[in-house]
């Protein structure tokens, strides 16, 4: 399985001729490595619906014919764009052939293009025999490291850039909590108030001594257009 960071929270799970897409806001991102005509994904889920994360979902999904996973109240609004949909609620999982995804908690604000509310998610992604956490836009909270009592996490994909989520520091309180193996960061430097320092958050996270026996988690960053072999 491969994941490829398309630029801020945005990522392709590729496994052979599937590919999962994620948040994907290219039209407008600065740090966007591809446009929306290149992809053609299998299934995109989203984590909320601000644009910064919504972003070409509609059309990308109603040109590849790819059915969109969000929550309730967001899925609804899309479907009624004339996107096919899944609308599970926190706590909620949608199975698939090439796997299943299941709706976390996360810690933030979110309403849908229209403004209506709902509940922002993170993802539990079960994917090409890997289990990839994208845990959205998120502070740091302590219901996090519950997500590891279900499944053990190969990747994390974590954002770090503070100021709408947790910043670097924060980060490497969630990396403990979570466990996973290889954290890839994301959501930072796209845009001024996001920019931060990554290989210092790489630094404190795999120089941590608080893994209770665990060994340290890996950091991978990369960057846009970059894949990650997991």
């Not at 407008?28 to 889920?45: E, F, Q, R």
């Not at 764009?81 to 709706?103: H, S």
């Not at 997500?147 to 994909?157: G, H, P, Q, S, T």
């Amino acid at each position: 399985m491969h994941i490829r960071f398309l630029g801020h929270a945005c990522f392709e799970l590729s496994d052979g001729d599937t590919t999962v897409l994620v948040d994907p806001f290219l039209t407008g991102n600065p740090k966007a490595s591809v446009a929306p005509g290149d992809l053609n994904p299998t299934t995109v889920l989203l984590t909320h619906g601000h644009a910064d994360h919504i972003g070409d979902t509609v059309d990308i999904a109603k040109r590849a014919g790819a059915p969109v996973v969000a929550i309730v109240e967001l899925a609804n609004e899309i479907g009624g764009e004339g996107v096919d949909v899944f609308d599970p609620n926190i706590g909620g999982t949608v199975e698939f052939d090439w796997g299943w995804v299941r709706l976390v908690p996360a810690w933030h604000t979110a309403v849908s293009p229209s403004g209506t509310p709902h509940m922002p998610a993170g993802l539990v992604i079960n994917f090409g025999g890997r289990t990839v956490y994208h845990l959205g836009d998120t502070a740091l909270f302590s219901d996090l490291q519950l997500v590891r009592r279900r499944d053990e996490i190969d990747v994390a994909l974590m954002c770090i850039g503070g100021h709408y989520t947790m910043d670097r520091h924060d980060a490497v309180h969630a990396a403990e909590l979570i466990g996973a193996h290889t954290i890839i960061p994301c959501h930072y430097g796209t845009f001024p108030p996001i920019e931060t320092d990554a290989q210092a958050f790489k630094a404190d996270v795999e120089g941590s001594t608080s893994y209770e026996s665990r060994a340290p988690e890996k950091v991978v960053i990369l960057e846009p257009g970059e894949t990650h072999a997991a």
